[in-house]
């Protein structure tokens, strides 16, 4: 069973910036295709963003030219930077599996942009 922490949320302002962290232990990941999800109140989990294990990534439409995802194998961890928020960011972000594996939610981090 993985656990999967999520770290670097904040308060930031529109326009402003923030790197995400997800960093797994317990056991490693064995699909190839990690992603970031955010949840806002009285909605669904939505992707947000993709990353293969040969490095290719994908975008949700909402985000794409915004956010950036990478992956560091040594330390087994998944970053999203995200920059040029906007209100409409604001959510709890999540990191799991591609498609998630239900059980291995994290608690998220927050994630607030104000106007």
């Known amino acids: 069973q993985v656990q999967l922490v999520e770290s670097g949320g904040g308060l930031v302002q529109a326009g402003g910036s923030l790197r995400l962290s997800c960093a797994a232990s317990?056991?490693?990941?064995?699909?190839?295709?990690v992603g970031w999800y955010r949840q806002a109140p009285g909605k669904q989990r939505e992707e947000v963003a993709a990353?293969?294990?040969?490095?290719?990534?994908h975008y949700g439409d909402s985000v794409k030219s915004r956010f950036t995802i990478s992956r560091d194998y040594a330390k087994n961890t998944v970053y999203l930077q995200m920059n040029s928020l906007k209100p409409e960011d604001t959510a709890v972000y999540y990191c799991n599996t591609v498609p998630p594996q239900q059980g291995d939610w994290g608690q998220g981090t927050q994630v607030t942009v104000s106007s």
């Open positions: 990353i293969f294990s040969g490095g290719s990534t």
């Open positions: 317990g056991s490693s990941f064995s699909i190839n295709v």
